[in-house]
């Protein structure tokens, strides 16, 4: 089994900035994506950005040229995020895959509330 757990987000102002970092614990040596979604009130989970330990980085259109994901080691993963928009507030969750995808993720975090104010 997999642990995730998410640090950083909290309340900002449009056009500020935030980083996000999530620590996995456990068997790390199965994971290979990691990566991040987003859930916004009364919408759906969204995938933002993944990074498999092999390959290149994946972003959703929306947050291409402001948010960059990063993995500093095979069991980390960060979100950095600036020019944030209210349209960017909801909970971000980390998620993992034993597959270099991460559209069905295997393992979840708890999440954490991003906000920007207008």
């Known amino acids: 089994q997999v642990r995730l757990v998410e640090s950083g987000g909290g309340l900002v102002q449009a056009g500020g900035s935030l980083r996000l970092s999530c620590l996995a614990s456990?068997?790390?040596?199965?994971?290979?994506?990691m990566g991040w979604y987003r859930q916004a009130p009364g919408k759906q989970r969204e995938l933002v950005a993944f990074?498999?330990?092999?390959?290149?980085t994946t972003y959703v259109d929306t947050v291409k040229g402001r948010f960059t994901v990063s993995r500093p080691s095979r069991n980390t993963v960060g979100l950095q995020m600036i020019n944030l928009s209210p349209e960017d507030t909801a909970v971000y969750y980390c998620?993992?895959?034993?597959?270099?995808?991460?559209?069905?993720?295997?393992?979840w975090g708890q999440g954490t509330q991003v906000t920007v104010s207008s």
């Open positions: 998620a993992a895959s034993v597959t270099a995808g991460l559209a069905n993720p295997n393992y």
């Open positions: 456990g068997s790390i040596f199965t994971i290979n994506a």
């Open positions: 990074i498999p330990l092999v390959g290149t």
